[in-house]
């Protein structure tokens, strides 16, 4: 089993619906919660980084972490072409010695269609 | 503005040969990482360092070797291509303590042939 489930898709949507994208992890020592954004021949940017759980919001971003479940998603609301992107969700793991190593989901190929 | 910077964007090689990749930050951070992506396999962390001359082992660390001499540099190296080393090459960094927010490079196209 994989440490940070992410169903690939890909995922088309109409221009202005609301996107759900959805993750789930198996290690509940994981502490920190981020999505990362990549656009085609790009390296991933960071978008949203969340510790608790509840939702973080930012602009038409909503980060959600539900840690009872090990759950977490990101919403994004009036969608726009421009969010045609892979959205791929991480965890991070502080080992022992303070060194901190990400965990990746296999990452959402998303398609707005205008 | 904060960059990441990567040698090549596009390597072809031949099977055997030594490959290096070479990794630039100027953001001053301790930690730097490799990771090789994949389609289906998402983002595999290959090797980190969060320090000059420390290096940690990840995920899929085999026929793969690092050097970090100097803390802005970060360096691959493939001993010996193979072609199941095809792949997408992303070297990032972040400020120790902050390994949530990675800094990307634009990625490094390696064809072996």
């Known amino acids: 089993q994989k440490e940070v489930e992410q169903d690939p898709g890909p995922l088309s ?21 981020m999505w990362y954004r990549q656009y085609s021949r790009k390296g991933p940017e960071l978008l949203m ?12 971003f909503t980060a959600q972490v539900d840690k009872s479940s090990k759950y977490i998603s990101l919403f994004i609301r009036d969608s726009q072409p421009s969010d045609s992107a892979t959205y ?5 793991l ?18 707005i269609i205008p | 503005d904060v960059k990441v ?21 100027d953001m001053d951070h301790e930690n ?10 998402g983002l595999r962390l290959i090797y980190f360092s969060y320090d ?28 010996s291509a193979s072609t199941n080393q095809t792949s997408m090459y992303l070297c ?4 120790r303590g902050q390994g949530g927010e990675q800094y990307f490079g634009p990625g490094t196209r390696l064809t072996v042939t």
């Open chain 2, 92 to 95: 990032a960094s972040s400020y």
């Open chain 1, 13 to 33: 949507v109409p221009e202005g619906a609301i996107v759900s994208l959805n993750c789930t992890y198996s290690n509940s020592a994981f502490q920190y919660f």
């Open chain 2, 32 to 41: 730097m990482f490799w990771y090789r992506q994949d389609p289906g396999l």
């Open chain 2, 5 to 25: 910077t990567q040698s090549s964007r596009y390597l072809v090689k031949r099977t055997g040969e030594k490959v290096f990749l070479e990794c630039v930050q």
């Open chain 2, 52 to 79: 000059v001359k420390m290096k940690e082992k990840g995920d899929i660390p085999e026929g793969y070797s690092v050097s970090r001499e100097k803390k802005e540099r970060f360096s691959l190296i493939l001993e």
């Open chain 1, 94 to 111: 502080i080992s022992n010695f303070g060194n901190e190593k990400l965990t990746f989901g296999t990452g959402t190929r998303l398609t």
């Open chain 1, 49 to 60: 980084y969340t510790y608790s759980s509840g939702n973080k919001e930012d602009g038409r």
């Open chain 1, 88 to 92: 791929l969700c991480a965890t991070i």
